[in-house]
């Protein structure tokens, strides 16, 4: 069993930045893919980003390659997203989700644990 709980959402005006955390507990995390979804209001979730269990594997969605970077710390069981040059379509709430396995990826069916989520506006 592993518990997610994300934080570091918030408001931050267009171009801004905001890291947002997820910080895992119970068995060992970096037994885990970790992956970030974001669900906007009226919008199926989507995938956002994954990391493998270490740092050398990451996967970005198409409409956030070059401006959010996820990183994974094992030693504090924490991932990290990084999200810069921010827009208002990424207004979203953030989940963290932990998936069993080594590949990652960006279904949201395959990850079994997931966060309670974290709110980000971006306003324009």
């Known amino acids: 069993q592993v518990q997610l709980v994300e934080s570091g959402g918030g408001l931050v005006q267009a171009g801004g930045s905001l890291r947002l955390a997820c910080a895992a507990s119970g068995r060992t995390f970096s037994s885990y893919v970790a992956g970030w979804f974001r669900q906007a209001p009226g919008k199926e979730q989507e995938f956002v980003a994954a990391?493998?269990?270490?740092?050398?594997?990451?996967y970005y969605a198409n409409t956030v390659q070059g401006r959010f970077t996820v990183a994974r710390d094992n030693v504090q069981n924490t991932v990290l997203l990084q999200m810069n040059s921010l827009k208002p379509e990424d207004t979203a709430v953030y989940y963290c989700a932990a998936k069993i396995g080594y590949q990652v990826s960006t279904s949201k069916s395959e990850y079994v644990y997931w966060g309670q989520g974290t709110q980000v506006t971006v306003s324009s």
């Open positions: 990391i493998g269990r270490t740092n050398l594997n990451t």
